[in-house]
């Protein structure tokens, strides 16, 4: 049962634009989300997080908005750079450190 | 962010033997570190939590006895793999957390296994 999905394994953007990358979960009792930046061989470099007593978050060029009705998150980029390219996992956990991970989304912004 | 180290990043050993990963926090003190697996174009699934002092939880389908956990002090935890398989090969990770109560868990830079 995977409790936590994200249902594009891809995503190309231009370099500029905006990267969007959607996560859907399906366990009511999460309460803080987290997104992470992966690439191949290497440990999970934290972006950003929201708890979910809020419904967006904003750091730089990371936004991350929560739709607590719809169980959905999602990551906003922008602009998108070249440098952004990696695989975005993102991450759940109710009242603990114990994250349920997602099954990632591949961004590749083009230059 | 804080630093978690893990070592070492790539390991090959025979089919048999063990394999002793660590896992530490260089600049604060974790109270808790998980064991993570990561197999080729999946999810990090969670194996088990390991908190200082005690003994690990394992997630439900892991092996206790084949993943030996141990995490002596606040900044190291240690995953062994016992009597390895060529199906245990794998990118193992750990993260760290228990700074100042944020909710964020640090990653170190994860282990490559294989077992041959």
């Known amino acids: 049962d995977q409790q936590v999905k994200q249902n594009s394994p891809s995503l190309s953007v231009q370099e500029g634009r905006i990267s969007i990358l959607n996560c859907d979960y399906t366990n009511s009792m999460f309460d803080y989300f987290l997104w992470y930046k992966k690439y191949p061989a290497e440990g999970p470099t934290f972006l950003i997080s929201?708890?979910?007593?809020?419904d967006k978050n904003e750091d730089g060029r990371f936004t991350v908005f929560l739709n607590k009705s719809a169980k959905h998150l999602s990551l906003h980029i922008v602009p998108s750079q070249p440098g952004d390219s990696a695989v975005y996992f993102c991450?759940?956990?109710?009242?603990?450190?114990?994250?349920?991970f997602g099954t990632g989304t591949r961004l590749k912004v083009l230059a | 962010g804080a630093v978690v180290s893990q070592h070492p990043s790539w390991v090959i050993c025979k089919s048999g033997t063990s394999v002793k990963i660590e896992c530490r926090s260089l600049d604060f003190q974790a109270t808790t570190m998980f064991w993570y697996r990561q197999f080729p174009k999946q999810s990090l699934m969670l194996m088990a939590t390991s908190n200082e002092g005690s003994k690990a939880t394992y997630e439900q389908g892991v092996e206790k006895d084949k993943f030996l956990i141990n995490h002596a002090s606040l900044t190291l935890s240690t995953l062994t793999v016992t009597s390895a398989h060529p199906e245990d090969s794998s990118f193992y990770i750990c993260?760290?957390?228990?700074?100042?109560?944020?909710?964020?868990?640090?990653f170190g830079q994860g282990t490559r296994l294989t077992v041959v």
């Open positions: 929201i708890s979910s007593i809020k």
């Open positions: 991450a759940a956990a109710s009242g603990t450190y114990k994250y349920i």
């Open positions: 993260s760290a957390s228990g700074q100042g109560g944020v909710r964020v868990a640090f």
